[in-house]
């Protein structure tokens, strides 16, 4: 029996009403925040495409982490910028490089705050693609040999998770047994399991400073056509020994995370990158969008998609909203 026997706006009638049965529930513990050091600023520097986003120094950056671990946050990503680059991303896996040395404050300064490192060499190539340089496209073999490198590095300096980034095929089994050989066998891989090539990273690359110099990124990342394809490439991550499987961007991919969450088991993360941040701060700036409303309700949106954990430049913003 339908109306008047039940009407849906009983439970919409007051605000207690509407908490009280809401289904999606999001807190601090739900945001993993990015964060850019690099390693030639003195004092941070504002990122013209993410407003509200900071290059860091390495002493802003353990501010930064420990008022956010203070707002609830347990995680953070770390990118690295580099004082050089070359074309073997020789500074990604050096034992004082940016990260190495980032890694090593931040455990000092705030150690009960998960550190997450993102394993890739496109901040760190002249080049600005994610491997070595082969025949004008990145080889995927080679590169495996160069992941596994920064991803122990990084282990080494105390990482609490690597997070490889690049989409090569095997990088995770790779990863997984040279961690495993030297003896962080509880050091956890975050995979970006299904990343797709997107312009939504543009804001990023101008944060990072990673931008091929030549070509695009479409022979590793996903083409934005094919849900099978990203399943796949979640399965085969899994199967290599992830132990957490990230889909991104997020708003672009729901139905994929949707799909995921009822395939795997493993943990799923959804990353909400610079470009869906960037231009919600446009909308935001024009006077188009309502501040902190079109925030809140993308990443709901990602939660009820069925991510676990969401990766956000909005971490702290959302941290606050959501307490
Ligand atoms: C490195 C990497 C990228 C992002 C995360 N790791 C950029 C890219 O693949 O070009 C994008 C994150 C964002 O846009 O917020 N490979």
Redesign the pocket.
């Known amino acids: 029996m339908s109306f008047p026997t039940h009407r849906m706006r009983r439970l919409r009638k007051t605000k207690t009403l509407r908490k009280l049965f809401e289904e999606t529930r999001l807190g601090p513990i739900d945001f993993i925040l990015?964060l850019f050091v690099a390693e030639d600023l003195k004092i941070p520097e504002n990122i013209a495409s993410m407003p509200g986003v900071q290059r860091h120094s390495f002493s802003s950056l353990v501010r930064e982490a420990a008022s956010s671990h203070a707002l609830g946050i347990q995680a953070v990503l770390l990118?690295g910028i580099p004082h050089k680059k070359d074309s073997l991303a020789t500074e990604a896996f050096k034992k004082n490089g940016v990260i190495q040395k980032a890694v090593g404050l931040l455990k000092k300064e705030v150690p009960s705050l998960a550190v997450i490192t993102?394993v890739?060499?496109?901040?760190y190539t002249s080049h600005g693609h994610?491997g070595i340089i082969q025949k004008g496209d990145v080889s995927n073999d080679p590169t495996l040999g160069l992941l596994q490198k920064i991803a122990l590095s990084h282990a080494q300096a105390g990482a609490d998770m690597v997070a490889p980034?690049?989409?090569m095929d095997g990088r995770i089994g790779a990863i997984r047994k040279v961690l495993d050989r030297k003896g962080f066998t509880d050091t956890p891989i975050l995979s970006?399991a299904a990343?797709f090539?997107?312009c939504?990273?543009?804001?990023?690359?101008d944060?990072?400073d990673?931008?091929?110099t030549f070509g695009d990124?479409k022979t590793y990342?996903m083409p934005a056509t094919n849900p099978r394809e990203a399943l796949r490439e979640i399965q085969l991550d899994i199967e290599e020994g992830a132990d957490v499987v990230m889909v991104?961007?997020a708003l672009t991919a729901l139905d994929i995370i949707a799909k995921a969450k009822l395939k795997f088991f493993a943990p799923l993360w959804a990353?909400?990158?610079?470009?869906?941040?960037a231009m919600i701060k446009a909308g935001e700036k024009m006077g188009w969008l309502a501040k902190d409303t079109a925030m809140a309700e993308s990443l709901l949106a990602i939660k009820r998609a069925g991510a676990d954990r969401i990766?956000t430049?909005w971490a702290k913003e959302a941290a606050k909203f959501f307490k």
Not at 200 to 205: K, N, S, T, V
Not at 271 to 277: L, R, T
């Open positions: 990015p990118f993102d890739c060499a496109c901040e994610c980034s690049d989409m970006y990343k090539s997107t939504f990273y543009g804001p990023f690359r944060a990072a990673s931008a091929p990124r990342q991104k961007p990353y909400h990158v610079s470009g869906e941040y990766i430049y």
